[in-house]
């Protein structure tokens, strides 16, 4: 069964830093393109970054780059977001995904970060 489970968020103040990470179960890693999106309320789905397969290429939307990193561990078959200097409008929900596997796309359960200021 594939399962993408998240782990870290939480809440800081603005200028600080958080770290996600997302591990892969039930597919063959190394072999597919990984993603972060993240849901602010009342808004719609967004990608945030993306690191491909290897070459492990990676791709930030603006509003992210040059403060948020994604990197991945083949070996441990995951996936992580580093976020630095975060900002009030980073405060959403976090999603690891989507991973298609037979027909279905797969996402991680989401993990909120909060940005006070």
């Known amino acids: 069964q594939v399962r993408l489970e998240e782990s870290g968020g939480g809440s800081v103040q603005s200028g600080g830093s958080l770290r996600l990470s997302c591990h892969a179960v039930g597919i063959n890693f190394r072999l597919y393109d990984m993603s972060w999106y993240r849901q602010p309320p009342g808004a719609e789905r967004e990608l945030v970054a993306r690191?491909?397969?290897?070459?492990?290429?990676?791709d930030y939307a603006d509003s992210v780059k040059g403060r948020f990193t994604i990197s991945r561990d083949n070996v441990r078959r995951t996936v992580s977001l580093q976020m630095d200097n975060l900002k009030p409008e980073d405060t959403a929900v976090y999603y690891c995904g989507p991973v298609s596997w037979r027909g279905r796309d797969y996402w991680g359960q989401g993990t909120q970060v909060t940005v006070s200021s």
């Open positions: 690191i491909t397969a290897p070459p492990s290429s990676t």
